[in-house]
């Protein structure tokens, strides 16, 4: 047991977990972030407070944020945003099939800009050593340009997604799973690639979250056209409702339907009370 807190880096965006160690943030406070690159700066959004999990490997905060603290950070966004408008206009003068997607800005001790890394998609590979030339004589800085993937454009972007909130990969997800159709088709979900493709234009990735429930249910519940017997009849299977742990039954009897809970149309929990409501 032990405290942590939520900052982030830009509104709305992903939020990381620390430790405050001996600091109070509260919301809004500005603090300091160990990084690869250093100490940056970033908005507490979810206050200290005593969680039930063990806390020993959360990194810590390294302090708050100073007057000189924020005047760096304010430089670096200003030189984020001038590095990004040069490279999209670089892009269109070498005619390149690029599109910058975000800007990382990294300053020396002294303030000076030490390096910039540009992030870009395209369609497939792209040449563009002469691109790094301008833009390095540009930003009189290194400039590196990195390609990402669709996934990785979208957690970098952000945005909104079909359900209305903010997207998985932008907020809590560290990792990437394997997402595939058949997923969408063991939960009935209709194959049509704009019902269940994300932002990225790839398989949503919260096709995977109930996805065991549906292997566990369609493991024990009668298959859809098996014959069951119910509590108001006997009849044949014919639709699953997973969500409500029920199968649909149409009665032999008058041809009506019927939900029942899975538990009560399942053999081996009928079986267990013939045996046990006989003795």
Known sequence: MGMLC???FNRYGRLYYLDPGG???AVGDRVLVPTDDGTEVAECVWAAQWVDEETSGFPKLAGMATDADLK???TQRRRKAEAKAAAKKLIREHALPMKVVAVDHVLDASGASARTTIYFTAPHRVDFRSLVRDLGATLHCRVELRQLSARDSARVQGGIGSCGRDLCCATFLTDFEPVTIR???DQDLPLNPLRISGACGRL???LKY???LYQSFQASAPAVGARVSTPEGDGRVVAHSVPRDSVVVRLDADGSRCSCSRASVCGPRKAHDAQYNSN
């Open 6 to 8: 939520a900052v982030s």
């Open 23 to 25: 600091l109070t943030p």
């Open 72 to 74: 760096r950070d304010e």
């Open 183 to 185: 997923m969408a088709k």
């Open 204 to 206: 949503m990735c919260c």
């Open 210 to 212: 109930e996805h065991p």
